[in-house]
């Protein structure tokens, strides 16, 4: 009778141990809270739709001798983009714009520290079902470098 409850017991903490183990916050992090039109001016971050996102395009750059880099992230989950990007000046301006398909928008963001003496951020996301976005970094009043379309 003992050995007969002490394998019941362990039978219940294993599928106990089994429950809690599959739902890690890794595969909470990875669910996202919007796609599409619902993306629209969301964080990529507390959205979730950076769990899955791509680099898409980038686009390496120089600006007063020192590197900058933009990026064009992408979620295929949430269908949506925006702009990820570093660089040496805080006055720097990261952009997602969506160029193609639906209704143009632009999201913006400036940089702010990070660690290493950069700086860096990111955009809001659009709706990228059926479009085409640019991310963009401009390092002066006349001066913009931007990724390929993706």
């Known amino acids: 009778m003992k050995s007969k409850r002490a394998s019941l017991v362990c039978a219940g903490v294993l599928a106990v141990f ?9 595969s909470a992090a990875s669910q996202s809270f919007c796609s599409n039109s619902a993306c629209d001016g969301a964080d990529p971050i507390s959205s979730g739709c950076s769990a899955d996102a791509i680099t898409a395009a980038t686009l390496d750059g120089v600006e ?13 989950s949430c269908r949506s983009a925006w702009a990820r990007g570093t660089g040496p000046r805080r006055s720097a301006t990261i952009f997602i714009h969506r160029v193609e398909g639906k209704p143009l928008e632009i999201h913006s963001a400036k940089l ?15 709706d990228d079902a059926g479009s085409k976005a640019i991310a963009c970094y401009k390092y002066t009043d006349s001066s913009t470098a931007c990724t390929d379309r993706y």
């Open 18 to 26: 089994t429950l809690l183990s599959s739902s890690s916050p890794a």
């Open 64 to 76: 007063d001798g020192e590197p900058f880099k933009i990026e064009l992230r992408y979620s295929p």
């Open 112 to 126: 702010t520290a990070s660690s290493g003496g950069s700086y860096r951020n990111w955009t809001d996301m659009v």
